[in-house]
């Protein structure tokens, strides 16, 4: 296993301020968790400009791997974006995992729905066809467990530095304002006249 | 720029026991600037904020941590048939517990109330349901306050100032509204520094109006009024002051305050006078949770309006996205006005009127707030489109009905034991017919512009909470009177937005800072007299 990989969520800050990996696994590492997942970011990705590296890995602490590949698999078919990476939607694995972590009822809540959903499949169900996994899902979405995962999800998905890069938003970059940085640079539609908006401030 | 020198806390001290201090709950923009005005006037205030003082240096840009710094967390309960209260049951209401209140998270749009709105029952007529009742004040006796209020914020397009310059969603919203046919669009009257003034640097277009400014561009009462108030030696800021109780004496005058102090421990400060700007859904909390042998049903409350009539405008949001590139959070959040829509004309099939203010989500809020709950393709597809959208904000005003209420909570106590609030909400079917128009118009005016999709969004959790201690002429009609004074109590003052006799179609707080403004002429006029 090479040490480098992207740093998920927390870990991103010291990231940036190192310039180095910051999720490094070792043996003793991977000792230590319930389990891990790994991937690697598409050659054309938007995300691999911003990563550090193009292999990711989340270590688990309270999941075991395969229930975080199938609660991987279940977001991904909430949230469907065609080329939205693996590692953000790793992410609500993660925060789902942290849950679990900390909550004892949320962490038997995850293991027994991914059972009903194994069950379903008669075997994995992250391996289950998407057209079989959506009529799956549709079937459980009044369940605590779908409102688990789909609330964390909804928080954890579009909450983060990759997710802001990969649908554009700027977040913390506009945090010195973007006067001079495009906040009227659209250009496709006619400027409105000088008196229904206003001028530039001088400095 | 000016800076946040509410820490330093220069100023005086007022011992708990000293029984000639105003006590003026809350911090916002109706709270700070009364207090602002009496000690300009050198009276002395002790003003208690539940939250902790939050500077311009502490803000952050992110959407969900900003959230947690500054919204108001405490426990409270929804009820009803709007959506809020099964989407967000707990959180009724996106306001502030900070120093400096909800006008640390305001968008800034600062607009007075029409003449007619301020007579609503006699303009609308009676409306089954509705709850209308005229004001006790003309736009006439408010329009100096108004003046001196537009003065006091900067507010663009009044005393010689410009209009903000657009931004992306401001151009598209333009092009729209005007291919369609209205003809007052523009940047709006917005409090938010276009050029430097008053020791505040003008706006960077940073689009975190909803996280805290920065720049101090925006006005708000954490680095306006509050150290301004601070600074005269007549006024003393207490942070973490959590308010349990208003008390009162055998003659039923108010004269001290019990409030939780930042170790939890209770503490008592004597009062001259009262004043609740705790916003329209604590007001009335303290008001009820003050309930007492003599008042059974709580301060101020001998007519029962306490509670009632609880308003949060008629909302909703129309999203829609465009082949190109908007980036609709790059710049001020509302950027833009239509004022075409703000009169009464029945002919719409509805009384009353809105206004349509451009909005922009960050990624975050726009995933939380834009369909509630909703997954699958077609959420997602929304979402894909996020850099393509541009986005508007209907605010309209919405019929005052006795049943929508905050009500106790006494099944869940807040943290330290209180009773907490319950909002009750239903649409009255004159807001549903506005919010279908609001929603028509606001999708013809994004299709003019090129739109592909458009999405309808509903409300979010309230932001202009109003009405639940109206102002009326007559006591058994409202709570306060034409000053703000309870008509029970005349010690105790109601100085928030739960004032308003009606909603209106205006963003609240410009008319809360003008009645802040004439309040506090009257209060001082009123202890010179030796009335108060």
């Known amino acids: 296993m090479q040490s480098k990989h992207i740093a998920l969520a927390v870990e991103r800050e010291q990231s940036r301020a190192t310039g180095k990996p910051c999720i490094s696994?070792?043996?003793?590492?991977?000792?230590?968790?319930?389990?891990?997942?790994?991937?690697t970011l598409a050659m054309s990705s938007a995300l691999a400009l911003i990563a550090p590296s193009r292999a990711w890995a989340l270590e688990l602490k309270s999941l075991d791997e395969h229930q975080g590949k199938v609660l991987l698999a279940l977001v991904k078919r909430i949230y469907p974006h065609a080329t939205l990476e693996d590692a953000v939607y790793a992410l609500v694995v993660k925060d789902l995992d942290g849950k679990a972590a900390n909550t004892a009822t949320i962490r038997d809540q995850l293991a027994e729905g991914v059972r009903k959903l194994d069950a379903q499949a008669g075997g994995d169900w992250s391996a289950r066809a998407a057209g079989d996994q959506d009529r799956?899902?549709?079937?459980?979405?009044?369940?605590?467990?779908?409102?688990?995962?789909?609330?964390t999800a909804v928080v954890s998905l579009y909450s983060n530095a990759l997710a802001y890069a990969h649908f554009g938003y700027g977040a913390q970059a506009g945090d010195g304002g973007y006067l001079y940085k495009g906040f009227n640079d659209l250009a496709w539609l006619p400027n409105p006249p000088e008196q229904d908006s206003g001028p530039i401030p001088a400095n | 720029m000016t800076n946040t020198n509410t820490q330093e806390q220069p100023g005086k001290k007022f011992s708990l026991d000293d029984d000639h201090v105003v006590v003026v709950?809350?911090?916002?923009?109706?709270?700070g600037t009364l207090a602002n005005e009496l000690a300009q006037k050198g009276v002395d205030v002790v003003i208690l904020e539940a939250g902790k003082l939050h500077t311009q240096a502490d803000f952050l840009a992110d959407e969900w941590a900003s959230f947690q710094q500054l919204a108001w967390l405490d426990p409270r309960t929804a009820s009803g048939s709007w959506r809020i209260a099964r989407d967000f049951p707990n959180l009724p209401a996106w306001i502030c517990k900070t120093v400096g209140g909800t006008s640390v998270h305001w968008a800034g749009a600062s607009l007075r109330i029409q003449p007619y709105e301020f007579k609503a029952l006699t303009t609308y007529g009676k409306v089954d349901g509705a709850t209308l009742l005229d004001w006790p004040i003309s736009r006439e006796d408010l329009?100096?306050?108004?003046?001196?209020?537009?003065k006091k914020l900067g507010v663009t397009r009044t005393n010689g100032l410009p209009g903000l310059p657009g931004n992306n969603n401001f151009k598209i919203f333009h092009e729209g509204a005007t291919k369609i046919g209205y003809k007052h669009v523009n940047t709006g009257h917005m409090a938010i520094n276009s050029v430097t003034n008053d020791d505040r640097a003008h706006c960077y277009q940073r689009g975190f109006c909803f996280q805290g400014c920065r720049f101090g561009a925006k006005w708000s009462t954490l680095y306006t009024e509050l150290p301004r108030a601070i600074e005269t030696g007549h006024a003393e800021l207490r942070t973490e002051a959590h308010v349990a109780r208003i008390e009162h004496d055998e003659t039923g005058k108010v004269n001290a305050v019990l409030y939780y102090d930042a170790k939890g421990a209770l503490q008592r400060q004597k009062a001259r006078a009262v004043a609740v700007a705790g916003n329209s859904i604590e007001t009335p909390r303290l008001l009820l949770n003050s309930h007492s042998a003599k008042f059974a049903n709580g301060l101020a409350n001998s007519s029962d309006q306490v509670g009632r009539n609880y308003m949060r405008h008629t909302t909703g949001s129309v999203y829609a996205t465009f082949a190109n590139k908007v980036d609709m959070y790059k710049g001020t959040v509302m950027a833009g006005i239509v004022e075409d829509e703000a009169r009464h004309d029945t002919s719409r099939g509805f009384a009353g009127g809105y206004h349509m203010e451009t909005i922009s989500l960050g990624l975050s809020f726009y995933a939380a707030f834009l369909d509630p709950g909703a997954w699958g393709p077609k959420f997602a597809d929304a979402m894909d489109q996020y850099a393509h959208t541009a986005g508007l904000w209907i605010v309209g005003e919405d019929m005052p009905q006795s049943s929508n209420r905050v009500t106790l909570n006494t099944e869940l106590k807040d943290q330290y034991g209180l009773p907490t609030a319950n909002v009750h909400f239903d649409d009255h079917p004159n807001d549903v017919a506005m919010r279908e128009h609001g929603f028509k118009q606001s999708e013809a005016l994004y299709k003019a512009a090129g739109a592909k999709d458009t999405y309808r969004v509903p409300p979010y959790p309230s932001t202009h909470n109003l009405g639940t201690a109206r102002m009326s002429d007559k006591p058994e009609d409202g709570v306060v009177n034409k000053h703000g004074q309870s008509h029970d109590i005349r010690n105790l003052f109601i100085s928030d937005g739960s004032q308003f006799t009606t909603g209106a179609a205006e963003n609240p707080t410009l008319t809360i800072v003008s009645l802040a403004i004439r309040q506090a002429d009257y209060i001082a006029a009123q202890m010179k007299q030796g009335s108060i």
């Open chain 2, 143 to 150: 329009d100096p306050y108004y003046a001196r209020a537009e």
């Open chain 1, 136 to 151: 799956d899902i549709a079937a459980l979405a009044d369940t605590p467990f779908f409102q688990t995962v789909r609330s």
């Open chain 1, 25 to 39: 696994l070792t043996r003793r590492a991977l000792l230590k968790g319930t389990g891990v997942l790994f991937g």
């Open chain 2, 25 to 31: 709950i809350g911090s916002g923009a109706g709270g």
